[in-house]
Structure formats: structure tokens, C-alpha cells
């Protein structure tokens, strides 16, 4: 069984930072992709940046790309998130997940677990 815990959520004025940690246990394939999603209150989910748990290829959404860094470090099956230029509009709970890639999706994974997700607030 999978599980995936997140971390490092709180609240920050716009233009600052944040780093999501995603704590991983349990066996996962190394084609699958690790991703950060996040959902707004009244909004979908929507993928924000995900990565090859083998290779490290990468995606970035639209709306944060050169702003946020998706990274992992193997040896401490983490998975990061570094968020710059912090805006309002990224206020959401962030969640992290495990997945297949899947880009005909507008989500672009098959996610096959979720973490419990974590809150970011950003003012303005």
C-alpha cells in the first residue's frame, strides 16, 4: 500500500515562498509519475507539476511554469515542490500524487493514490 504524506503548507504574502515536501512509502513502479495537484474552493483540481519517478522528466501547468520547481530526491523517497512568486490566485490545498501519465487529460495523470493534502494561502 501507498501512502503519501505532504508538508510545508501555510500562509505567505504574495512574491514569497513555499516548499511542499511529499513523503512516499510503499512500492512504486518506476514508469510512474509523482504529481502536485491543487483545488480551490468552487474550482476543479488541476495538475500543477508532476514528475518521472524514473528520469525526472517533468510538467508544469500553465499558470506556473517558471514559478514553481518540481524535484525529488530518490534517497529520502521525497518529493519536492518549490514555489516562487507566490500569488493569491495559488491559494489552494495542494495534494500530492502517485500516478500513470496520461496527457489526454487535461489533469494529465491516472492517479492511483492521493495524499491527505496540505493548505496554501497566499495574501495579497
Known amino acids: 500500500q501507498v501512502q503519501l504524506v505532504e508538508s510545508g503548507g501555510g500562509s505567505v504574502q504574495a512574491g514569497g515562498s513555499l516548499r511542499l515536501s511529499c513523503a512516499v512509502s510503499?512500492?512504486?513502479?518506476?514508469?510512474?509519475?509523482m504529481g502536485w495537484f491543487r483545488q480551490a474552493p468552487g474550482k476543479e483540481r488541476e495538475v500543477v507539476a508532476a514528475?518521472?519517478?524514473?528520469?525526472?522528466?517533468?510538467y508544469y501547468g500553465d499558470s506556473v511554469k517558471g514559478r514553481f520547481t518540481i524535484s525529488q530526491d530518490s534517497a529520502k523517497r521525497t518529493v519536492y515542490l518549490q514555489m516562487d512568486s507566490l500569488k493569491p490566485e495559488d491559494t489552494a490545498m495542494y495534494y500530492c500524487?502517485?500516478?500513470?501519465?496520461?496527457?489526454?487529460?487535461?489533469?494529465?495523470?491516472?492517479?492511483?493514490?492521493w495524499g491527505q493534502g496540505t493548505q496554501v494561502t497566499v495574501s495579497s
Open positions: 500524487a502517485v500516478g500513470s501519465w496520461a496527457p489526454w487529460l487535461a489533469t494529465k495523470m491516472i492517479v492511483d493514490y
Open positions: 514528475i518521472r519517478t524514473n528520469g525526472g522528466t517533468t
Open positions: 510503499g512500492y512504486i513502479h518506476s514508469s510512474r509519475y
